[in-house]
């Protein structure tokens, strides 16, 4: 069955980078757009960033554009999101997600569009 898996989270400082990955495995991970979204306590999930089943084509939300840059690897199955200039306000819950869809013509950045979560990793900004 499907599975992602993320890691890479902690605890960091305002203005520090890290990178999390997302390994994916029991589907054809090179026909399925990828996202990442985030969700803080009392807040709904919200869209981070996608990328195309290629890795041609990205999507980022303006909070975060500039400072974070999605990838893939398609040969290893993985998707990672490099996170720079971290603040306060990028800690949540980090999920990585599949598109319910092959092949798309341009990334979505609605979760509607997505259908196999993984379990989340949680990112924390200190001040």
């Known amino acids: 069955q499907v599975r992602l898996v993320e890691s890479g989270g902690g605890l960091v400082q305002t203005g520090a980078s890290v990178r999390l990955s997302c390994q994916a495995s029991?589907?054809?991970?090179?026909?399925?757009?990828m996202g990442w979204f985030r969700q803080a306590p009392g807040k709904e999930r919200e869209f981070v960033a996608s990328?195309?089943?290629?890795?041609?084509?990205?999507k980022y939300a303006d909070s975060v554009k500039d400072r974070f840059t999605i990838s893939r690897d398609n040969a290893g199955n993985t998707v990672s999101l490099q996170m720079n200039s971290l603040k306060s306000e990028d800690t949540s819950v980090y999920y990585c997600?599949?598109?319910?869809?092959?092949?798309?013509?341009?990334?979505?950045?609605?979760?509607?569009?997505?259908?196999?979560w993984g379990q989340g990793t949680q990112v924390t900004v200190s001040p």
């Open positions: 997600a599949a598109d319910r869809h092959v092949h798309r013509l341009q990334p979505s950045t609605s979760a509607r569009d997505f259908n196999s």
């Open positions: 029991g589907f054809h991970f090179n026909m399925y757009d």
């Open positions: 990328i195309s089943w290629s890795g041609t084509s990205t």
